[in-house]
Each structure stands twice: as C-alpha cells, then as structure tokens.
C-alpha cells in the first residue's frame, strides 16, 4: 500500500461532496484517508477498506493531531507520504450581511478560511517531500451578502481567498510542487437565496 499514492480529505461526512471524493479516489487506487469532525460519521467509508480519522478543521490541535497520526502510518511504512491534500470541509453563511449573525460568521471564517491555512501551513511539509497538490474547494459560502465597502468585499470569507497566501509563498507551484486547480462549473449568482422582489404584505390586507 506504501506505493500507492495518498490524499486526505476533510469533510467526508455523507452526503456531501468529501463523501463521494473518497469513494471517487478509492476506485482509483488511493490511499484514502477521510476525515469528520467524528470518524463515526464516516464509518461506511472505513468499512470499505478506507482510514478513517477525526478532525476539526477549526482546531488547530485537532489538526496537528491527525498529521502525528499521519506521520506515525509513514514511519510504519503503511503508506508512503501524503500526495494530495483536499480540503473540502465548509460551513454555509449566505446572507444579506446585516442580517448575519455575528458569531455564525465567524465560526464560518474559522471553517472556510482560517481552517484551510491551518491545513495548508500543517500538511505542506508532507505534501512537498511528495511534490503533492491542494486542492481548496469552494462554494456560495464565499460571498456574504451586500457588502458596501470594498475592504470588507475583499475580506469576504472562501478557500479562494487562500490563494494569494499559497502563491505568496509558494509562487505557481513550480519550485515546491503545490499547484492551484481551478474547477470552472455553471455560475450561480451570488445572491440565489435573496429574491430581489420582496415586498412587505399590508397587515390589513392580502398582497
């Protein structure tokens, strides 16, 4: 199995997109390495043949925790590093911004940006000695509704806001083997899940 190549994926929980990557890359031949916040979520997978491990992307510890388990599968020689690391798992906030919770965004900056660099600074030692990929996905989570000033546009939090970070230390990729991919999938506007012709019904009366 050490010769096998390997990818870690976070957010496998069923259902989603994490879930159906894993099964995807196990037909393939991968190591597969699937994560959950519990790894009981993601039982099925392990039943196939898969590891499994806990990790809460927002904890840092957490994270830091599972590379020890990861390094301890490489000194045994199970597999033979880390080739691909997916970072998959989100938290969805998409709302007009005055009408956002505060906390909510911020636990969905810890989840959709913050934990993606933490992945990133953690795995990227093990991924080079591979001349491995990330792969960061996206989603309508990346735009947070009605944002007036253009700092807090730029701010606005999404895995694709990591790729400055990547390229600022890593250029395209070419000197350390971390490469950006960019999937092009049918636009969906930002503001699906506002209607744009919302009306107050009268309090006497039928619209």
């Not at 989100?90 to 992945?119: I, K, Q, S």
């Not at 600074?121 to 989603?139: A, C, D, E, H, Y």
């Amino acid at each position: 199995m050490a010769d096998r190549p390997t990818v870690l994926i976070t957010g496998c929980t069923r259902g989603g997109i994490g879930h159906s990557l894993a099964l995807d890359f196990h037909s393939r031949n991968y190591n597969v390495i699937a994560s959950a916040r519990s790894a009981d979520k993601i039982a099925d997978l392990k039943e196939l043949g898969m590891r499994t491990i806990g990790l809460d992307v927002t904890d840092l510890e957490s994270i830091v925790s599972a590379k020890k388990v990861l390094e301890g599968w490489i000194e045994k020689g199970e597999v033979g590093g880390l080739d691909v690391l997916v970072n998959n798992a989100g938290r969805n906030c998409t709302m007009p911004a005055l009408d956002v919770d505060v906390n909510d965004a911020r636990h969905c900056f810890e989840t959709n940006f913050f934990a993606v660099v933490n992945m990133c600074q953690t795995f990227t030692p093990l991924l080079i000695k591979r001349k491995g990929l990330i792969v960061n996905i996206g989603s309508l989570a990346a735009h947070l509704q009605r944002f007036q000033s253009r700092p807090a546009r730029l701010f606005a939090h999404a895995p694709p806001r990591t790729r400055p970070l990547l390229r600022a230390r890593h250029g395209r990729g070419d000197r350390r083997g971390l490469f950006e991919y960019y999937a092009h999938g049918t636009h969906a506007p930002p503001n699906i899940t506002v209607s744009r012709n919302r009306r107050r019904v009268p309090e006497t009366g039928s619209a």
